[in-house]
């Protein structure tokens, strides 16, 4: 069940979770990974996002954040769903996939059942706050996969 954020401190650094509908392993496929890190890219140069740690497992991603800038953590996160969640969706549509139209079955009836919530991606709980003053994010952060490692 999806919870909203809740972001009381605006300093503060968050850890986040966000999960696939019904835990579809979607990032075993690099490219589906690779949109994710590509809009979390783009909230950092552009929304003022920082990311001081972060792990992609093959049906969710664990983010701790905090922000720079005007733009508050629910927009910063509401848009980074919505793009990421299209973009996948796009890229199941486009891309050889095998279970194409299983997942976007299961993606469009989950965004049937709950008109809030995003048709790939959930909150799998609320924020928890984990430090109330800033911190400093870490200069290089790195994906790791089999086949390679990848700064954010």
């Given at each position: 069940?999806?919870?909203?954020?809740?972001?009381?401190?605006?300093?503060?650094?968050?850890?986040?979770t966000?999960?696939?509908?019904?835990?579809?392993?979607?990032?075993?496929?690099?490219?589906y990974?690779?949109?994710?890190?590509?809009?979390l890219?783009?909230?950092?140069?552009?929304?003022?996002?920082?990311?001081?740690?972060?792990?992609i497992?093959?049906?969710?991603?664990h983010?701790?954040?905090?922000?720079?800038?005007?733009?508050?953590?629910?927009?910063?996160?509401?848009?980074?769903?919505?793009?990421?969640?299209?973009?996948?969706?796009?890229?199941?549509?486009?891309?050889?996939?095998?279970?194409?139209?299983?997942?976007?079955?299961?993606?469009?009836?989950?965004?049937?059942?709950?008109?809030?919530?995003?048709?790939?991606?959930?909150?799998?709980?609320?924020?928890?706050?984990?430090?109330?003053?800033?911190?400093?994010?870490?200069?290089?952060?790195?994906?790791s996969?089999?086949?390679?490692?990848?700064?954010?």
């Open positions: 069940m999806p919870f909203a954020y809740r972001f009381d401190n605006p300093e503060g650094a968050y850890f986040v966000f999960t696939v509908v019904e835990w579809v392993d979607v990032f075993t496929r690099n490219s990974a690779d949109i994710v890190i590509e809009s890219r783009f909230c950092i140069r552009k929304k003022g996002l920082r990311i001081h740690a972060w792990v497992m093959s049906s969710h991603l983010l701790i954040i905090s922000r720079t800038g005007k733009e508050g953590f629910s927009d910063i996160i509401r848009d980074f769903k919505k793009y990421t969640a299209d973009q996948i969706i796009a890229a199941i549509q486009a891309e050889p996939e095998s279970r194409r139209n299983w997942m976007l079955w299961l993606f469009k009836s989950a965004g049937k059942k709950n008109s809030n919530n995003n048709p790939a991606l959930r909150d799998n709980s609320g924020s928890r706050v984990i430090i109330r003053k800033n911190l400093s994010p870490t200069n290089s952060l790195t994906r996969s089999n086949t390679s490692t990848r700064i954010l």
